[in-house]
C-alpha cells in the first residue's frame, strides 16, 4: 500500500531527510525550492542588477544550483545576471565530459558560460605540473590551485558575487573536519552562508540548508544533466572519513546535518582567544595568513625551476632559492621577504584539501575511467594512497609565465 | 536495476542492468537482493556499495521511482518488472 504525500494524498515518492515529511514529486519540488528561495531572501544572498557567477563543476550540486537560480530568478524576479562559471586545469581527457556537461547546462539553462583556464589563471595548466613535479605531490598544487581559481577566475570576469553549489552535508562534514583539526578560525567562517562581505569579492552557499539527498533526487526526477565521474587528482582521506560520519550518523537521524551546521553556528570564540590574522598575500591580494600565499610561493617555485618549493620538506629547496635569490639581488622580483617565505612554506605541509572537488577517497582510486594520467604507472599518493599517475610521456611545454597576478589586486579574495 | 552518481564504476561501468533473479521458495526481498548483487554483480570495491546486510550511508536507492526509506527499505518484496535505482552521494559535485 503506497504511502501519502503529507500535503496533497497522492502517492509520494520521497521521504524528506530535513522533516521527515512523505512528498509526492509536485509536493517536494515545491517545498524545495520554495525553501531555498528563502534562504537566499532572509539571508540576502542576492541583490537586484548584480552579476552572479556561479561555480560550475558539472556534478550535481552546481547542475542543480544552475537550475535552481535560473528558476528563482525568473520566478520571483531577483533582478541578477547570471554566469556559469568553470575552471578547466588542464589535464588532457579529464575535464572533458565534465565541461561537455556544463556546456550542455548553457544551452539547457540559456545561461552565460566563461571557460577559464590554469593557463590563463597561473601561467600552467595541470598536466605541465606534473610533467615538472611528478605525480607524488601534483596534489598540493591541485588543492591550492583549486580552492583560488574559482574567486582568480571571478575577479578576472569582474563579477559582482559568486555562488557556489555547497549543500548541507559538505557544510556539516567541513564543521566537522575544522573541529577534529582544532581550526577555530575556519570554523568559525565555515558556517558563515556568506563571506567576503567586507570588500572583498562575496561568496554565497543557497544551498546551505539543502541535504544533499534532496538535491540528487531534485535531479534525478527533473532528469538535470550532471557529470558523477568526479577525477580527483588528490583523494583526500581525512574528508573521505568525515564524509563517511556525516553520512553514518544522517542514517541513524536525518536531523544530525542540521543540527551540526546550527552547532558550528552557535560557537562563540572568547575574546581573549587569539585568531589567526588575516591578512593579505602581498602579491596577488588573496586572503592569506602568511605574506605570500600558497599559491604564489608554489607558483614562483615552478616559475624558478624548483617546483618543489612549497610542498613537504624543503630545506633543500629553500636554500636553493636563498642562493638564487642571493645571486640575483633581491629586487628580481621574486620573493623578497625570506621570512614571509618561510612561514609560507611552514604551513603548506598538510596535503591536499580539495575544497570544493572533495569526495571519498576511495571511489576515485580507481582513477583510470576518470583521467588519462593513469596510462602508464601507478604511484604513490600524498596520503599514501595508491594514486593514478601521469604518462609523463606527453610534450611539456613550458610557456612563458602569464603574470596577471603579478601585479596587486585590489580587490581581497577569500581563502574558503 | 540503473546505477548512477558514480555507482555504476561498482557495477562494470554500465548504468543499465537487466537482471533476472533464481527462482527462490520465498519471495525476494531488497535484503536478499543485496548479498546476491554483491555475490554476482558488483565487480570492485564491494564495501562502497554495502555496510553491513544494508547500502552503504550515502547510496540512494529508489524502487519503481519513489525513496526506498517508503516502501519498507530492506524488507521490500521485489516484483515482477520492478524498477530498482542506485545513485551514489558520494562523488564530488
Ligand atoms: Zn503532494
Ligand atoms: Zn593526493
Ligand atoms: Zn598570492
Redesign the pocket.
Known amino acids: 500500500m503506497p504511502i501519502r504525500c503529507n500535503v496533497c494524498n497522492k502517492s509520494a515518492t520521497l521521504k524528506r531527510p530535513k522533516t521527515g515529511d512523505a512528498l509526492c514529486k509536485d509536493c517536494f519540488y515545491y517545498a524545495f525550492e520554495e525553501e531555498i528561495h528563502k534562504t537566499i531572501t532572509d539571508a540576502n544572498l542576492l541583490t537586484k542588477g548584480e552579476t552572479v557567477a556561479i561555480g560550475a563543476s558539472g556534478g550535481k550540486d552546481s547542475t542543480v544550483l544552475a537550475y535552481i537560480m535560473k528558476l528563482l530568478n525568473d520566478r520571483y524576479n531577483y533582478g541578477v545576471k547570471l554566469v556559469l562559471l568553470s575552471v578547466d586545469e588542464g589535464i588532457t581527457g579529464y575535464r572533458d565530459d565534465s565541461l561537455e556537461t556544463v556546456k550542455r547546462n548553457q544551452v539547457q539553462y540559456d545561461l552565460p558560460l566563461k571557460i577559464i583556464s590554469y593557463e590563463e589563471l597561473y601561467g600552467w595548466t595541470m598536466d605541465a605540473i606534473v610533467k615538472q613535479i611528478g605525480l607524488k605531490n601534483n ?1 598540493t598544487f591541485c588543492g591550492v590551485f583549486r580552492r583560488q581559481a574559482l574567486d582568480r577566475g571571478a575577479l578576472l570576469l569582474g563579477v559582482d558575487k559568486i555562488a557556489t553549489g555547497h549543500n548541507a552535508d559538505d557544510i556539516a562534514e567541513t564543521v566537522i573536519m575544522n573541529v577534529l583539526r582544532g581550526d577555530i578560525g575556519r570554523l568559525r567562517r565555515c558556517t558563515a552562508i556568506t563571506t567576503g562581505t567586507d570588500g572583498a569579492l562575496p561568496r554565497c552557499k543557497p544551498f546551505k540548508y539543502t541535504y544533499e539527498k534532496e538535491i540528487v533526487m531534485y535531479a534525478y526526477f527533473k532528469n538535470l544533466d550532471y557529470f558523477s565521474t568526479e577525477c580527483i587528482y ?2 583526500n582521506a581525512y574528508r573521505g572519513f568525515a564524509r563517511a560520519y556525516i553520512k553514518d550518523v544522517e542514517k541513524i537521524r536525518p536531523s544530525a546535518i542540521i543540527d551540526i551546521i546550527h552547532s558550528g553556528e552557535s560557537l562563540s570564540v572568547k575574546k581573549e582567544v587569539r585568531m589567526p590574522v588575516q591578512g593579505v598575500c602581498e602579491r596577488c591580494g588573496y586572503i592569506s595568513s602568511n605574506k605570500v600565499c600558497k599559491a604564489c610561493v608554489m607558483l614562483e617555485g615552478l616559475n624558478k625551476g624548483l617546483p618543489r618549493l612549497g610542498i613537504g620538506k624543503t630545506h633543500k629547496e629553500r636554500r636553493k632559492m636563498e642562493e638564487m635569490l642571493s645571486e640575483r639581488g633581491s629586487n628580481s622580483g621574486s620573493l623578497s621577504d625570506m621570512a614571509s617565505l618561510d612561514s609560507a612554506l611552514s604551513t603548506t605541509d598538510q596535503g ?1 584539501d580539495m575544497s570544493s572537488f572533495d569526495s571519498d577517497q576511495s571511489l576515485n582510486s580507481n582513477a583510470e575511467s576518470s583521467c588519462r594520467h593513469s596510462i602508464s604507472d601507478q604511484s604513490k ?3 599514501n594512497e595508491r ?1 593514478a599517475s601521469c604518462c609523463g610521456d606527453r610534450n611539456c611545454v613550458t610557456i612563458e609565465k602569464i603574470t596577471i597576478f603579478d601585479k596587486k589586486v585590489d580587490q581581497k579574495v577569500i581563502d574558503f | 536495476m540503473y546505477f548512477s552518481g558514480g555507482a555504476e564504476l561498482l557495477f562494470d561501468k554500465k548504468k543499465k542492468h537487466d537482471v533476472n533473479l533464481p527462482a527462490k521458495e520465498t519471495p525476494w526481498t531488497i535484503k536478499d537482493l543485496l548479498p546476491w548483487m554483491k555475490d554476482n554483480m558488483l565487480k570492485e570495491r564491494p564495501e562502497l556499495f554495502i555496510q553491513g546486510e544494508t547500502v552503504r550511508p550515502g547510496i540512494l536507492v529508489l524502487i519503481n521511482d519513489a525513496d526506498w526509506e517508503l516502501m519498507g527499505e530492506l524488507d521490500y518484496s521485489i516484483q515482477n518488472k520492478d524498477k530498482i535505482v542506485f545513485i551514489s552521494t558520494l562523488h564530488g559535485g
Open positions: 596534489c588528490s583523494p591536499c599518493c600524498c596520503n594514486h
